[in-house]
């Protein structure tokens, strides 16, 4: 990437190039940090590569400042208060991380009188004598992190993970009624923040406001490739995770919400249709005029039987949707379809995949990764439909070289649209949701020409380099599946295009908190986004991408992994437990939802979630009430809450847990994630009978001790415990009591 460099940053390199006081210098792995004023803005700088710098612009004033002084200085770090006529400004620089080359710096200001704030300018420039050339590998899209990583190209080597903490800027979106969205960016050298203009609503006399909280992670090495990409992203982002300020996780109760999810997707008219004397499961509530989906009856189907196989219990909607399956078979294609056959007269052709025989390329392969899990579970009739399509499924595939687009006719395979935008190709990471479903049909018949596929598919992956992300939901699929490549065949690469994967997950995450207009409502913190440009979450990505966490986990087991991957992962679960609950209309106000949706109705009353979360300015809902998210609580509810051979407890942990193991009175399982991080763990109880005498057995010595102090368990206990160790809890009395 070129130099691209505004008179604003032309003027400040000169002045910082020709500068040499310094109000502080400290020295930090390995770099030199100065904080200089010069004269509009103070700067922290340090060294790059040899006589290249990178200077980060913390306090901003057009006309300067009027009088400046280090208030507090330690080996940790300096604050700097710098006097104005518009008021006050605090600046702490710290050095959080002994040893390691992390910044960071937190502006803060208390307004002398209401005023705006038209422009500021970016806080990040780089340069040099040989005018540095670099290369922005992540940057923040819409309401998503606030973060740049990028890296020098020449001269020398460097790497830089920026992030923002948009949580504190909370105070100036509230007051401006503006967003973060978008506000952290820039071209090559001129980059980082710029705050969201003011041109209505002013910043408040006598209100202190942060106007910037930004950490910065430094590295003298440039990536070699797309994964060293991946690889060092998810490390720098741990590192800075592991400082953030993040938001506390109230315990959920989806034992409570289930019943409820469960009845109105069962009795309530709106989520069904009738075609042919079978029932179907609208998309969306209340939508009739859209013909049944495949993807949509098993989306569904999936986690309820997850449940069913949890609880012991049935659902009358499980008998349903499995006497409607056979209908979505095509005879002459040779392949499941996504709308119904029988009812493809009802498309309006008002969107591209509206058509009789268009198909969305990831469209093809979710439905099948399904049959493959019904047939897993022993289903006749979900085999047949996936070995009679699998085929199909192959022919398109070479007939695109790996390589789908978004759209084609599923009789012509003509394409119908190629790319996602102008230059950023197909639907990347359907090569990797074909590779599962490629290892899910070997794993049914053991015919290997389906694992040498799913090797095909992963190498031609390698292609497209670091942004492989296209749907949330298919690119954690994809991850699973490269892990279980690596597995069985121990290549380097496919471990690698796990990485791949997660990384494009992780920089589609929002890692703050909406705390201005109705996100005040709900939490926001580790959100994740279905697509790359997608402007809102939503759920049936969500719950999907959260559910595949727990699976790559299980694949993983065993297999060494960056310890970053398990941090993310567990962090990102644990979040999502207490985010996801706020999809439900009823646990929303009303008037944070819209009145007049895409598609079919909005029910607030109904437990049915919304498709669509938006930032917290814009109400949410505008797109439907998802049906097809409806597997929400079914998703979570097995995999968070251990049943035991002891029918009046349950436990329940919100990080991820693998190797649940029952032997005698006792039972055993691993808290994954990291030392460094806690979860919670729970006893809850169940029916009337009092709980028997129970003993917790746990590494974390820390934990244990805190364990002990608690008094004996009788109606439950709460924990909170450290991640990545085992823990066995072991009763008196004999087990099903």
Same mark, same amino acid.
């Given at each position: 990437?070129?130099? =691209?460099?505004?008179?604003?940053?032309?003027?400040?390199?000169?002045?910082?190039?020709?500068?040499?006081?310094?109000?502080?210098?400290?020295?930090?792995?390995?770099?030199?940090?100065?904080?200089?004023? =010069?004269?509009?803005?103070?700067?922290?700088?340090?060294?790059f590569y040899e006589r290249n710098k990178i200077a980060f612009r913390t306090a901003y004033l057009p006309h300067g400042f009027d009088d400046v002084k280090i208030t507090a200085k330690d080996e940790t770090g300096v604050s700097v208060k710098l006097i104005a006529?518009?008021?006050?400004?605090?600046?702490?620089?710290?050095?959080p991380q002994p040893d390691e080359a992390i910044l960071r710096y937190t502006v803060s200001l208390k307004a002398k009188a209401d005023f705006f704030v038209p422009y500021s300018p970016r806080d990040i420039l780089i340069f040099g004598n040989a005018e540095p050339e670099g290369e922005i590998h992540i940057s923040q899209t819409g309401t998503r992190s606030g973060l740049l990583y990028g890296s020098l190209k020449k001269p020398g080597s460097g790497t830089f993970l920026y992030f923002q903490n948009l949580t504190a800027l909370a105070d100036y979106n509230t007051d401006t009624e503006s967003s973060v969205g978008g506000i952290v960016g820039g071209l090559w050298p001129e980059l980082g923040l710029s705050l969201p203009p003011t041109s209505d609503k002013p910043l408040q006399k006598g209100k202190t406001y942060i106007l910037s909280d930004a950490f910065v992670v430094l590295d003298d090495k440039s990536p070699a490739d797309q994964f060293d990409i991946a690889k060092g992203f998810l490390e720098t982002l741990a590192k800075v995770y592991l400082l953030l300020p993040r938001p506390e996780t109230p315990y959920q109760d989806y034992l409570d919400v289930l019943p409820k999810a469960l009845h109105d997707i069962e009795t309530n008219k709106g989520c069904w249709s009738y075609h042919s004397g079978r029932a179907y499961l609208n998309a969306y509530l209340c939508d009739y005029y859209t013909p049944p989906e495949i993807m949509v009856q098993l989306a569904v189907l999936l986690p309820v039987q997850d449940y069913m196989r949890w609880s012991g219990e049935t659902c009358a909607l499980e008998k349903e949707i499995l006497d409607g399956l056979s209908a979505f078979y095509d005879e002459k294609i040779g392949t499941v379809m996504r709308w119904l056959p029988s009812a493809e007269d009802m498309l309006d052709k008002s969107e591209e995949q509206k058509i009789p025989k268009v198909m969305d390329a990831w469209y093809l392969h979710h439905p099948l990764l399904n049959l493959a899990r019904l047939a897993e579970g022993g289903n006749k009739l979900a085999k047949e439909l996936l070995l009679n399509s699998v085929d199909y499924a192959i022919k398109v595939a070479h007939h695109f070289n790996y390589c789908w687009p978004v759209f084609y006719n599923m009789e012509t395979l003509e394409v119908i649209k190629a790319e996602t935008k102008e230059g950023a190709g197909g639907e990347k990471d359907v090569a990797g949701l074909y590779a599962h479903v490629m290892l899910q049909v070997w794993e049914l018949t053991k015919d290997k020409k389906f694992f040498r596929e799913a090797e095909k598919a992963a190498q031609s992956m390698q292609q497209h380099g *670091?942004?492989? *992300?296209?749907?949330?939901?298919?690119? @954690?699929?994809?991850?699973?599946?490269?892990?279980?490549?690596?597995?069985e065949t121990k290549k380097e690469l496919y471990r690698n295009l796990s990485y791949l994967f997660l990384a494009n997950i992780f920089k589609n995450v929002a890692?703050?908190?909406?705390?201005?207009g109705f996100g005040k409502n709900f939490p926001t913190f580790f959100q994740l986004f279905p697509l790359d440009d997608a402007p809102y979450t939503a759920v049936y990505e969500e719950q999907e991408s959260f559910s595949g966490v727990h699976e790559f986990l299980?694949?993983?087991?065993?297999?060494?992994?960056? #310890?970053?991957?398990?941090?993310?992962?567990?962090? *990102?679960?644990?979040?999502?437990?207490?985010? @996801?609950?706020?999809?439900?209309? #009823? @646990?929303?106000?009303?008037?944070m939802m819209v009145k007049d949706v895409k598609t079919?109705?909005?029910? #607030?009353?109904?437990?049915?979630a919304l498709e669509d979360i938006h930032d917290g300015w814009e109400q949410s809902?505008?797109?439907?009430q998802e049906v097809y998210g409806a597997g929400l609580c079914f998703g979570i509810v097995p995999r968070q809450y251990m049943r035991v051979p002891v029918k009046n407890f349950i436990i329940f942990v919100d990080y991820p847990v693998i190797n649940q193991t029952t032997k005698g009175n006792s039972f055993s399982f691993d808290v994954e994630g990291d030392s460094r991080l806690t979860c919670r763990m729970k006893i809850l109880k169940q029916g009337n009978k009092r709980l028997p005498a129970l003993k917790i057995n746990i590494e974390n010595d820390i934990d244990?001790?805190?364990?002990?102090?608690?008094?004996?368990?009788k109606d439950g206990a709460e924990y909170i415990i450290h991640g990545g160790q085992k823990i066995s809890v072991s009763w008196n009395g004999p087990a099903n009591n």
């Open positions: 990437m070129s130099t =691209i460099t505004s008179l604003w940053a032309l003027a400040a390199i000169k002045k910082l190039t020709d500068a040499s006081d310094s109000l502080h210098q400290q020295t930090q792995g390995g770099y030199n940090f100065e904080i200089k004023l =010069i004269d509009d803005s103070l700067w922290v700088l340090t060294g006529a518009i008021g006050e400004f605090v600046v702490d620089i710290k050095w *670091f942004n492989v *992300f296209y749907q949330a939901n298919n690119t @954690m699929f994809s991850a699973k599946a490269m892990i279980l490549l690596y597995k890692l703050w908190e909406c705390e201005y299980n694949y993983a087991n065993g297999v060494e992994l960056l #310890p970053s991957v398990r941090l993310l992962l567990a962090e *990102f679960v644990k979040h999502s437990i207490n985010r @996801m609950m706020y999809y439900y209309p #009823p @646990m929303l106000p009303e008037d079919g109705e909005l029910d #607030p009353k109904l437990w049915v809902g505008s797109v439907g244990q001790l805190e364990i002990n102090k608690l008094k004996a368990v």
